[in-house]
Structure formats: structure tokens, C-alpha cells
């Protein structure tokens, strides 16, 4: 249901270069004179009431008539709007009351709203009409719309047409088929980041696949070119050097088992003397674990000291803040007091402001019973307040005191554990390393029988020495026939045949894959532009004149933002077309907002004057709402008719 705005009266009152005027408006109304009549000034008055903003749509302009290039202070300024909103006749103000300081140099200007002579807050002002105030003044103001930045007109434009989906436009269009399914699955902006990240990761994989390929060529190439005759001849002399060396082996096995069995029955001695070692300095080490973990104790508990130290160092700097703090605001309701205590009945607020008489002996009364009033009403807030301070300035003291009673026992208690650190740490230095055993009867038994041993081992020297070399020689043909046998091996080419053809499949799927890519992001792209074209047109519906070009082909090709409204094809933003076609381009756009918006509500339409009377007249026809025009001619009164 359209809502209905119809604006019958403005009073103005000491506005602008009005000092008091009344303004009487039909369904079309001409505001007609010369520049400087005051035509802009009865708009403004309207834009001000409603909007606080003035024709040319600068937010808190300046109203307040002047005489003599001097602002008329000392009378408020006020507009009336007599409206009727769908039948009923609602009479909305706005007053500004202007107060200067004493010497001049600076004022406040205070804004005051009614509703039939009701007062309002500025919230219930707006609310009372239930109108998105944004959404009236661009109804009112045919440069209002366009005042907005492109992304918002776009925004505003497609929230008119609804939505038109991408499988929408895929699921209507035959050559984008293909694109349907997929859009069932996933958004347009999925598809392509998908695709344009697989068409960048094959990009970057071909290359490397085709140093694959020439190098698994390579490969093939150099072991068809190698001798494998050679390799099996170095084969065969390896392995019979190897049974003579394993041969040779087995001969000395019996001569070698006895040296053998003499090393490991050293091994054994000597972890027996290690063992009889340990166990000598067993008991040394448990006193030292005892006195190690005591002293973790008390390292733990020394931490915890310090932290609980810190913690109540910085609990009594708060409270000392905190006082310091009380102390000062005490200070300063006391000096509050003082002030407010010594204020006297000021006797020049009992003469009127307007016509500077004194009051009446009535109204003097009140003023001096109410100075009163406030004066003992806030000597009694301060001394409530006082009492709060004070009561917490000694509650924060006596807290105070409990931490710093607190801090004492803490550091007495650490300097107690510290000290008990310290006795521990002398104790376990004074405690030997190990004990020595070298004296006892059964370590030098033990150390006699490692000695017997070893005599026999040097006996069996040259057994050893042969033994390794062998062992060795080994090592050394083993090592040689496995290379021989890897060379042999690696002359195969199969394997390589295999993976070659692998390598050239899988190029093969990633160029098919980079095609793929590059038909759906083409698809895409033509979505796209269907999809543009087919908001474009849905917003175009709801204009006669205007058509709006929503998107630009860049310079790369691609598709981007505009919003340019235009008239006979060029834009009404700029002076590529002519002034009659800008001016009925911006009244068809407001015209077709108050359509979208339903709102019929006054459109102020300037510079009238530069249509032509068949344009003036396509105007009167165009606009579906109340519409006033201003005309500039060589009246030198102005005429509102």
C-alpha cells in the first residue's frame, strides 16, 4: 500500500531571508522570481524541517537569518510544515533556539521537534511518520538518488528486481547446459576458483612433466648403450674370489673359537669389577638423590615464595593507587562543595531575554525556590558522595595494612627456606664422588684373573689379525659384486618403458584437464554476462526514461561495476547530454523510486527554468506525486502559484 505525502503550508520564521512568511502549496506549484527572491530558501526551509540538510543535500546548514551580514540570535528559528499523510492533516515543527556565551565569541544552536504542537525527540520526530527518513529525502530530492556512491545505487537497484540466480540464467540459456549441473552443486564464484586453480597447478605441472619424460627418455637411451657381456664376466670372477674367501675362513674357525672365548670371559670380569664399583657407591648416591630432591623441594617452594611476593608487592601499589586516587576525588567534592555552597541567586535571570523587563514578583519566587532546590539537592549529592569516598578510603586502608602485614610474613618466611637451601647445597658438596674399592682382597682377585687372560690373547694375535682380514677381504668383494650386480640390473629397460608411458598418460589428463578448466571459466564468463544483461534489464523495467548501464567490458575483457543512468544513451552525470535530458532523467528516477518505495511524496524539482514548456509540461505528466517547481524569470516578486 502506497503511502501518501502532500505538503499544504510552510511558515517560516527568522529563516534564512524570511523573517516571518507563509507558503500555500497544490498539487503542481510554481515558485517563480528572480535570483535571490528567496525560492531556494522556501525548499531549504522543507529539506531543514525533515531532512537537516538543505537543497543541495549538505548535512546542518547554516539557516539562521542575517540582517546586515549579522545572524539574528536573540529569535529562534523556526519552520512549520502543515502535511497531509494519507488523509490526515499532521502539523510537524522545528525550532532552533541559539545561546551565546557572555562575550560573544561562541554559540550553541539547540533543535527542537513537535508533532501538533506536541514536543518530540529527534527519534520520535522520525519515527512518528514511519518513513525511513534516507528513503524520504531521496522520494523528495531528485539528486538525492544520485548523490549515493555507485555501489549503493547497485545495491538499491538489484534489492528492487529480486533475485535472479546463476542457475537461473544457466538453467535458461541452452549454450550454458552444461554449466546447470554443476551450479546445483556449487556457487558460480566456487566453479571459478576451482578452475582457475586447476588451470594455474597444471600450468605449473606440464613443465615438470615434460622434464620427466625427456629424462626418463634419457634413461632409457644410455642403459641400451651399456656392454652387459663385460658386467656378467666381473660377475662371476667376484663370486669365486668370494668362495675362496669364505673358504679360508672356515679353516681358522676351530683356532679362533678359543681366542673368542677368552675376550668374552674379559668382558665379563671387567663388568664384574664395575658392578662391585657400584654397588660400593650406591649408598653415596642415595644420599645424594635424598639431599637432591629436598633441595627441588625447596627450590619449588622458594619459587612460589617470590611469585606470592610479587603478587602482594603489586596488591599494595594498587591499594596505594587506589587511596591516592579516593583521596583526590575527596578532594575534589570537598572543593565541589565549596563552590556550589557559595553560589548566590543570580538576579539577572529574573529578567525576560526577549523583552528585558523584569519578571513578576510570582515567577521571580520560583526561579529563586528552584535555584534553591538544585543547590541543596546537589550540596546533598556531594556530601552522599563524600561519605562513599570516605568510607573507602578507610576500607582500602585496612586492606592495606593486612597486605603489608602479609608481605612481612612472606619475606620472613623466604628467607627462612632460602637459608635451608643453602645448608642443603653445603651438605651434598661435602659428600665424596665414589668410594674407593681398589684395596678389597676380592677386586685384586678379579683383577689378577683379567690379567691371566689377557696373556693368553696376546698369544692368539696372529689368529685375530688373519681373522679380520679376512672378514675385510669380504666386505671389500661383496660390496664390489653387489655394484656389478646394481650395473647388470640397471641395463633393463622395462621398468622404464612403463613408467615412460605413465608419464606421457598423465600429460595427456592434465592437458585435457587445462581444457576443461578453460571451457568452464569461458562458460562462466558468458554466465556472467547473461546474467548482467538480464539485472540490467529487470532494473530497467521500473524506469520510462532512464536506462541504467550496470556493467562495463574492462580493458582486459572482463566485466566491471558501473552505475551510469543515462537518457537517449549518454549520461545525465555528465554534461555529454544536454540539461532538459539531466533534469527529466533525475525526475524520472525519483519518480520511479517513490514507485519502488511506495511513497508518493513532494518532489522539489530546481532549475525549471531550462525546460522548454513541452518538456515542463512532459514533467507535469511524468510525476505521479505532488510536484513544485522552481522557475527563475525577471520577476522582481516572488510568486508562488
Not at 557559595?342 to 514578583?361: M, Q, V, W, Y
Not at 672378514?471 to 655394484?483: C, G, T
Not at 576443461?516 to 540490467?536: C, G, H
Request: aromatic share 6%.
Amino acid at each position: 500500500m502506497c503511502k501518501v505525502i502532500r505538503l499544504k503550508k510552510l511558515i517560516l520564521e527568522n529563516f534564512m531571508m524570511y523573517a516571518q512568511a507563509e507558503f500555500n502549496f497544490s498539487e503542481l506549484t510554481r515558485i517563480m522570481g528572480k535570483n535571490g527572491k528567496g525560492k531556494s530558501s522556501i525548499v531549504n526551509a522543507y529539506t531543514w524541517l525533515l531532512f537537516n540538510c538543505d537543497y543541495e543535500l549538505n548535512d546542518n546548514p547554516a539557516v539562521r537569518r542575517t540582517v546586515d551580514g549579522k545572524s539574528v540570535d536573540d529569535m529562534d528559528t523556526a519552520v512549520t510544515a502543515v502535511l497531509d499523510i494519507d488523509g490526515k492533516e499532521v502539523t510537524a515543527k522545528k525550532v532552533q533556539k541559539r545561546t551565546c556565551s557572555k562575550d560573544g565569541s561562541s554559540y550553541k544552536d539547540d533543535n527542537k521537534y513537535f508533532i501538533n504542537d506536541v514536543p518530540k525527540t529527534l527519534r520520535d520526530f522520525n519515527d512518528y511518520f514511519e518513513i525511513d527518513i534516507a528513503t524520504w529525502k531521496m522520494c523528495s530530492n531528485i539528486n538525492a538518488f544520485l548523490d549515493k556512491k555507485p555501489s549503493e545505487m547497485r545495491e538499491f537497484l538489484f534489492a528492487q528486481v529480486g533475485t535472479i540466480t546463476d542457475l537461473d540464467i544457466a538453467q535458461g540459456n541452452e549454450d550454458l547446459s552444461e554449466l546447470a549441473s554443476l551450479l546445483e552443486k556449487y556457487t558460480a564464484e566456487e566453479l571459478s576458483a576451482m578452475n582457475k586453480a586447476t588451470k594455474a597447478k597444471v600450468a605449473k605441472e606440464i613443465p615438470v612433466m615434460d622434464g620427466q619424460i625427456k629424462e626418463k627418455v634419457r634413461d632409457i637411451q644410455i642403459k641400451s648403450d651399456i656392454d652387459t657381456a663385460e658386467l656378467v664376466l666381473q660377475k662371476n670372477a667376484l663370486q669365486e674370489q668370494l668362495e675362496q674367501n669364505l673358504y679360508k675362513q672356515t679353516g681358522n674357525e676351530n683356532l679362533l673359537a678359543e681366542y673368542d672365548k677368552a675376550t668374552q670371559d674379559i668382558m665379563q670380569l671387567q663388568m664384574k669389577l664395575s658392578e662391585m664399583q657400584n654397588t660400593a657407591n650406591s649408598e653415596l648416591e642415595s644420599q645424594r638423590a635424598e639431599l637432591r630432591a629436598t633441595m627441588m623441594n625447596k627450590s619449588v617452594e622458594i619459587n612460589s615464595l617470590k611469585s606470592s611476593i610479587r603478587l602482594a608487592e603489586n596488591e599494595i601499589s594498587n591499594s596505594n593507587k587506589k587511596i591516592t586516587e579516593l583521596t583526590e576525588e575527596k578532594t575534589r567534592l570537598r572543593n565541589a562543595w565549596k563552590t556550589v555552597n557559595a553560589e548566590k541567586f543570580d538576579s539577572n535571570t529574573a529578567i525576560c531575554p526577549t523583552c528585558h523587563r523584569e519578571l513578576p514578583e510570582e515567577d521571580v519566587k520560583n526561579l529563586m525556590e528552584t535555584f534553591e532546590k538544585s543547590k541543596t539537592d546537589r550540596i546533598g549529592k556531594i556530601e552522599t558522595d563524600g561519605f562513599k569516598v570516605k568510607g573507602e578510603i578507610e576500607k582500602e586502608q585496612q586492606l592495606l595494612k593486612d597486605k603489608e602485614q602479609l608481605l612481612s610474613d612472606l619475606n620472613e618466611n623466604f628467607n627462612t627456606v632460602n637459608k635451608e637451601y643453602a645448608e642443603i647445597t653445603t651438605k651434598l658438596e661435602s659428600i665424596p664422588q665414589y668410594v674407593d674399592i681398589h684395596d678389597r682382597e676380592d677386586y685384586k682377585s678379579v683383577q689378577a684373573e683379567i690379567v691371566r687372560k689377557e696373556e693368553l690373547l696376546k698369544q692368539s694375535t696372529s689368529l685375530s689379525d688373519i681373522k679380520k682380514s679376512l672378514k675385510l677381504e669380504e666386505s671389500e668383494i661383496r660390496a664390489q659384486l653387489a655394484e656389478v650386480e646394481k650395473k647388470i640390473a640397471s641395463t633393463n629397460t622395462e621398468s622404464d618403458e612403463t613408467r615412460l608411458e605413465e608419464l606421457r598418460n598423465q600429460k595427456t589428463d592434465l592437458e585435457q584437464a587445462k581444457t576443461d578448466a578453460e571451457k568452464i571459466l569461458a562458460l562462466l564468463d558468458q554466465l556472467d554476462r547473461a546474467k548482467n544483461e538480464a539485472l540490467t534489464d529487470a532494473v530497467n523495467r521500473h524506469f520510462s526514461l532512464v536506462k541504467w548501464q550496470l556493467f562495463d567490458t574492462a580493458k582486459n575483457g572482463n566485466y566491471k561495476s558501473v552505475c551510469i543512468p543515462t537518457v537517449e544513451g549518454k549520461s545525465i552525470l555528465t554534461t555529454m547530454s544536454n540539461k532538459g535530458n539531466r533534469i527529466l532523467g533525475r525526475v524520472d528516477i525519483c519518480n520511479s523510486i517513490q514507485k519502488m518505495c511506495g511513497i508518493s511524496t513532494p518532489m522539489f524539482l530546481d532549475d525549471s527554468e531550462s525546460l522548454d514548456d513541452d518538456n515542463q509540461a512532459k514533467v507535469a505528466e511524468m510525476v505521479d506525486s505532488q510536484l513544485i517547481m522552481l522557475i527563475v524569470n525577471e520577476n522582481e516578486k516572488l510568486e508562488v502559484v
